[in-house]
């Protein structure tokens, strides 16, 4: 079985491409949303790439996740505009209402939350973005309500 999943599959295209290891780890996270342990010893198989090497990437970077994230990524820019304009304090309203830090998600699975370095919207600084949707000129008090907002999303579909 191990064989035919999809992140061999993904390791099988880039095998022979020069370093492409990232690049594989990418696709696999992009389709699957993680990578977890299963992946990493397929890549290895399918690459000829030792699993350490493979864990040297994949903890290296912190864009690769170990774990399934929740539904709603939330993604607290704290670059210079938007730290400067106070994200710092709506980073710390979502952990406190959600009861989890920056790289983890709730037990239910339906929030992720992660702090960027910038995500280009400075001129609504300070920023969110939930999912590909940003939220501008944020405040701590605003947390509540976003998090409303996508819980009511969840119950609907």
Same mark, same amino acid.
């Given at each position: 079985? *191990?064989?035919n999943?999809? *992140?061999?599959?993904i390791a099988?295209?880039?095998?022979?491409?020069r370093?492409?290891?990232?690049?594989?780890?990418?696709e696999?996270?992009?389709?699957?949303g993680?990578?977890?342990?299963?992946?990493?010893?397929?890549?290895?198989?399918?690459?000829?790439?030792?699993?350490?090497r493979?864990?040297e990437?994949?903890?290296?970077?912190?864009?690769?996740?170990?774990e *399934?994230?929740?539904?709603?990524?939330?993604?607290?820019?704290?670059?210079?505009?938007?730290?400067?304009?106070?994200?710092?304090?709506v980073?710390?309203?979502?952990k406190s209402?959600?009861?989890?830090?920056e790289?983890?998600?709730?037990?239910?699975?339906?929030?992720?939350?992660?702090?960027?370095?910038?995500?280009?919207?400075?001129?609504? *600084?300070?920023?969110?973005?939930?999912?590909?949707?940003?939220?501008?000129?944020?405040?701590?008090?605003?947390v509540?309500?976003?998090l409303?907002?996508w819980?009511?999303?969840?119950?609907?579909?």
């Amino acid at each position: 079985m *191990a064989e035919n999943s999809q *992140a061999a599959q993904i390791a099988s295209k880039w095998r022979k491409k020069r370093g492409s290891l990232i690049m594989a780890l990418h696709e696999i996270q992009g389709v699957k949303g993680y990578i977890d342990w299963q992946d990493a010893m397929d890549v290895s198989r399918e690459m000829n790439i030792p699993l350490a090497r493979i864990y040297e990437v994949l903890t290296f970077y912190n864009f690769f996740k170990l774990e *399934a994230p929740g539904k709603a990524v939330i993604s607290v820019c704290t670059g210079t505009a938007c730290y400067l304009k106070g994200n710092d304090k709506v980073l710390e309203k979502f952990k406190s209402e959600l009861g989890i830090n920056e790289g983890e998600s709730t037990a239910d699975k339906m929030f992720h939350l992660q702090s960027v370095r910038c995500v280009g919207c400075c001129g609504l *600084a300070p920023v969110c973005v939930v999912n590909g949707k940003t939220y501008g000129r944020m405040t701590p008090e605003a947390v509540p309500g976003i998090l409303d907002e996508w819980r009511q999303a969840f119950k609907e579909e």
